[in-house]
């Protein structure tokens, strides 16, 4: 079946950067895109990233521009997405999704990230 | 900036219909932008519920279909059950691999 595994929790303080994981299995991990969407606690998502597992190309809105890096690693199955320069806006939850032509189907469980002093 | 506006809120009764919008603000929802669903309860990630404006997955309960309607995305449930109170999330495509969700309508059953 179909699954997408994130890494867990962290906490992070101000100015540092966090690197979360999303291990996919179930399916040929090349032939799915991969997006980023986060949540900030009580609000909506917000779509972040998306990358080709295939090709490694990425692409993001421009307000991410300089603070995220997104890779991959095919023999493993597993996205990789860092963010830098962290601040409190930032505390939310993060979710990896599988996407195949506008199909966003199956998502990872969701990680939380606390930015805190 | 692209915004995509959703009704804050919305309340049906049991086993009645309701209809819920996707707007852009760059103009009409056109099929061209893929609208997807998503329905997300408290303490759960987000679950897909309709894709490229009406297709559904194989968990997508027959009640819930997708239309395009006076130029926005919608999504309509049919004879609503308890289980479907959530916060539902449109995503809209830009082209160029940008998306664009929607601000979530909070449904309300009572």
């Known amino acids: 079946q179909v699954q997408l595994v994130q890494s867990g929790a962290e906490v992070k303080k101000p100015g540092a950067s966090v690197k979360l994981s999303c291990k996919a299995s179930g399916y040929t991990f090349t032939t799915y895109f991969i997006h980023w969407v986060r949540q900030a606690p009580g609000q909506g998502l917000e779509w972040m990233a998306i990358i080709n597992p295939s090709t490694g190309g990425i692409n993001f809105p421009q307000k991410f521009q300089g603070r995220i890096t997104l890779t991959r690693d095919t023999s493993t199955s597993t996205v990789y997405m860092e963010l830098s320069g962290l601040r409190s806006e930032d505390t939310g939850t993060y979710y990896c999704a599988r996407e195949n032509m506008w199909n966003h189907d199956y998502w990872g469980q969701g990680a939380l990230v606390t930015v805190s002093s | 900036q692209t915004v995509v506006t959703q009704e804050p809120s919305l309340t049906v009764s049991p086993g009645g219909t309701v209809t819920l919008t996707c707007a852009s603000s760059?103009?009409?929802?056109?099929?061209?932008?893929?609208p997807n669903w998503f329905q997300q309860k408290p303490g759960q990630a987000p679950r897909s519920l309709i894709y490229?404006?009406?297709n559904k997955h194989s968990w997508t309960p027959a009640r819930f279909s997708g239309s395009l309607l006076g130029g926005k995305a919608a999504l309509t449930l049919s004879g609503v059950q308890p289980e479907d109170e959530a916060e539902y999330y449109c995503l809209l495509y830009y082209g160029g691999d940008q998306r664009v969700f929607g601000g979530g309508t909070k449904l309300t059953v009572l």
């Open positions: 760059t103009g009409a929802v056109t099929s061209d932008y893929y």
């Open positions: 490229s404006t009406s």
